[in-house]
């Protein structure tokens, strides 16, 4: 038996009480987004980057990716800042 684990025989656990269930169904715990799939060619040093830091977090490098992506949209979203169109080039 693992010290984590532990298991009791003797003595009374004392007043138990049931409580109402107030968790939500485990679907509603999953907040999913629309999402729209991408073509993006990135450079290796960045997709480097992200995938040595997502294996440290345990996540995939993508969801590191879009959460960065999405955490700028919101920031610039809330500032009210709005890139100025750019001009084609004239070649």
Do not use: H, W
């Amino acid at each position: 038996m693992s010290e984590r684990t532990r298991k009791y025989t003797e003595g009374e656990i004392g007043d138990l009480r049931v409580i109402e269930d107030f968790l939500p169904p485990p679907a509603d715990l999953v907040l999913r987004e629309d999402t729209v799939k991408v073509t993006l060619a990135l450079s290796r040093r960045s997709v480097d980057f992200f995938k040595e830091e997502a294996g440290k977090a345990r996540v995939p490098y993508q969801r590191m990716i879009r959460a960065l992506v999405d955490a700028y949209t919101e920031r610039a979203g809330k500032a009210g800042r709005r890139a100025p169109a750019r001009r084609a080039r004239s070649e």
